[in-house]
């Protein structure tokens, strides 16, 4: 057949999968990105190697799909499906400077006009694993071009309005401000990628524009915006090659495997962290205890609780060292409140409540000092689930209450997902004695997801 779609045939056959079974994933897929009318069986798929093409955003879900499968990412042109639309091509770490000054100035562009493709684009776990494995390639062996000219003031502006923003996130959540901050970009930063100066200006540049990337991919992580996130922080990390900043690059990746892990893909997420503590070449010891913090936290997840404690111990050697005053300020946010969090985390998750306490406790009270309401939220929450590893409901409950008072006072989707899944914990307690706090806890929690 003349038109036949040769290029999906090929990339089909090298999955293994049969038509029956793309149609299913498919389906699935669409499903979970809020597409319930997109529902293929094997004939469509027959009809799509035939040259049938589906209409969006089924291009882009099959190439979620089959990459997927493959373990890397096919964007939907090379599947034959036609061009890569900026949400595809946003999930790529072109080598390209052009390319990566025009995707990433369409990807604002389609945020701050909440496109519907962007705002219901999934998150590719193996989107982030090529990413990781060419800043570390490239890192390791790199070499200055020359680029576009800015002046130095230009830059200085751009990284005062980054401690404006980080502080937004940091003291209110990263629902606050995103969208502010992402038309800050579009208008002020991203045009200047395109402009000429020295090279040294421009490495400045790269950096303060991979650093304002950087926030916006956070914030929206933050506020359960994944596919966003994840396609600002790959974007991060290739304007973070272009300004030879091995730190910043290592710090994006951190990013990278905290949501790799969170979004139940710790494998990926260890791949991640790996990749950046290798890549570090010293430059912030804040930088490399977060990694090794993320590292353990993965571990976790996967069931290794020894790697998961050495990690821990690795990180705490790592935090002896940091000295805040020669930092870069987008690391002042791994302090003692931030690291004592995490830690928590992974020891509650091998095992260990005792512990895992301890650093809740210290975590809480170094986010009071610092009325840092989302991390004392995390935290709380936490500790009240190693209440429960330890059967004391009515401990748990008052953690939990006190969770719910701070999640209230940030836009904060993380925070509030912490709630929820103390509520979940609860729930085997719900009988006899403990009905009554498990009931209450409830109605709070629906009282907070309502709102």
Known sequence: MANRNQQLADWLARTGMSNAELARRVKRAAHQAGHPQVGPDASAVRRWIEGQRPRRPVPGIIADVISAALGYRVTSAELGLGESPAEDRSLLYSRDWATTVETVSDLGRADVDRRLFLTAAPFAAVASVGPSRDWLLDTLDQQPDPGPRVRFEDVTAVRNMFSEFQKVDIFQGGGSGRLLLA??????????????SSDDVRRALCEAAAEQTYLLGWMAYDNGEHGTAQRYLIQSLRLAQESQNAALGAHVLAG????????????????????GRHGLRGGSAACLADLWAL????HAKLGDKVAAARAVAQSETAAEQINHDAEPEWALFIDPAYLHGEHSVTLRDIGDPVAAQEHARRSIDHARQQKRARRGALSQAVLASTYLQRGDLDAAHAAGLRTLSLTSKVKSSRAVEAAV???KRMQPFG??????????????????TAA
């Open 295 to 298: 590292e353990a936290r993965a």
């Open 183 to 196: 038309s800050y970009m579009n208008i002020h930063v991203y045009p200047l990628l395109q402009r000429a």
């Open 421 to 423: 899944d103390l509520q």
């Open 256 to 275: 990278m495997a905290d949501q790799a892990t969170l979004l139940g893909a710790p494998d990926e997420g260890l791949r991640i962290a790996q990749a």
């Open 431 to 448: 009988k006899g004695g403990g009905q009554r706090l498990v009931a209450d806890y409830t109605e709070r929690i629906a009282q907070l």
